[in-house]
């Protein structure tokens, strides 16, 4: 059986999924699959665990509307800066060789700074934290290993729980009715959770394609039934035709990303490859009314992988090379109402800042056939 280096398949999705929130879109808010897409979480033998956390962080100032950005808004300092941390905690456990099971545990730090929120005259800062929606799930490995030791797929089923804080608010400045400052909820953006209870799908693919090259690919979809969760946004006092943007959707997000990996050394290897993430103008299933903000970036999408034993550390920082922001579907029922066209704008980062570290228990009691665990040294 011909040999494949554990170090090649373990690089052809080192950067996770859990970790997506994508390209720092204030449109896209962080998630992930519930089981990622990371190979060396999921190619677990019977009864082995992998314990991680993936840290993120993004500072999204640029603005587009459409697919054009404005970069008046830089000029005048009307922008609005996110800055955005994450950490996602996340264990996956070998059912058997080819069936796995993980849990994400995300927590974030994130703050925004913006004119328009306080009144249009001075800049202030709005903050957030605490646990976001925890993710659980099942992956499967379609073919066995040992009959498809270049190549394989599995799918994945999860389940996106609301436990994160979606109403979370700060104190708001020049905003009363005497230009007193309000408590209020903090954007979309920043919210820690969404409020709403998802189910997610996801995919992971690898193929060889010489001894030390592989193809990769992978992908999920977060299906969020749930229309909009009951929280104020207060955008319909910046102006009445916005009251249909008064309160917050929970819409779906799904992101697709694939490439190459490549073999430095036996203990180093890099990545290169592309990325889309998107939160759709309308969701599969359940309503579309409420506010949320359209969005779509595609990155290139490099990285770097550090694998000693059973402890590997993983790099990312993937580039935005098209951002696109396009009219919601509160945009265009704002057009009709009004005969004048509108597309709300959203702000994205230029570059994602992503760092996993990752360490196996290995299970030595239960292992796999000699033959096949030669593949994978």
Request: hydrophobic share 35%.
């Amino acid at each position: 059986m011909q040999r494949i280096p554990y170090f090649i398949i373990l690089l052809c999705l080192f950067y996770p999924l859990f970790s997506t929130y994508s390209q720092g879109c204030v449109a896209i808010r962080h998630f992930s699959s519930c089981v990622g897409s990371n190979l060396e979480n999921n190619l677990l033998s019977t009864g082995d665990i992998q314990i991680g956390v993936n840290y993120r962080y993004f500072k999204s100032f640029r603005h587009f509307r459409g697919t054009e950005e404005e970069p008046d808004r830089l000029a005048n300092n009307t922008e609005v800066i996110n800055h955005s941390h994450a950490w996602d905690f996340f264990a996956t456990y070998g059912i058997n060789d080819r069936l796995y099971a993980s849990i994400t545990i995300p927590t974030v730090i994130n703050t925004r700074s913006s004119l328009y929120e306080h009144g249009r005259n001075e800049r202030n800062v709005t903050f957030s934290r605490g646990l976001a929606d925890i993710r659980f799930g099942f992956g499967y490995w379609v073919f066995d290993m040992e009959k498809s030791p270049n190549g394989n797929l599995a799918l994945g089923l999860g389940a996106k729980l609301p436990t994160g804080i979606y109403n979370a608010s700060d104190i708001f400045y020049n905003v009363g009715p005497n230009g007193e400052p309000q408590t209020r909820p903090v954007d979309q953006s920043i919210q820690p959770g969404d409020g709403g209870f998802g189910v997610t799908v996801d995919f992971q693919f690898y193929q060889k394609i010489t001894t030390d090259v592989f193809s990769y690919a992978s992908g999920f979809y977060l299906i969020n039934p749930r229309e909009t969760n009951g929280v104020r946004t207060f955008r319909e006092t910046l102006s009445p035709i916005l009251q249909n943007e008064s309160i917050m959707a929970v819409p779906d997000q799904y992101s697709l990303r694939g490439g190459l990996s490549y073999n430095i050394s036996p203990t180093i290897s890099s990545s290169l490859g592309a990325r889309f993430d998107c939160v759709p103008v309308k969701d599969l299933i359940g309503g579309n009314e409420g506010f949320r903000r359209p969005g779509n970036v595609l990155s290139i999408d490099p990285g770097v992988s550090f694998m000693k034993s059973n402890f590997v550390i993983n790099l990312n920082v993937p580039f935005a090379v098209r951002r696109e922001r396009p009219q919601s579907i509160t945009d265009l029922q704002t057009e009709q109402l009004t005969g004048t066209p509108r597309n709300g704008d959203a702000a994205f980062s230029d570059y994602v800042i992503n760092l996993g570290v990752t360490y196996r228990f290995a299970n030595n009691k239960v292992r796999l056939a000699p033959e096949l665990e030669n593949n994978f040294k």
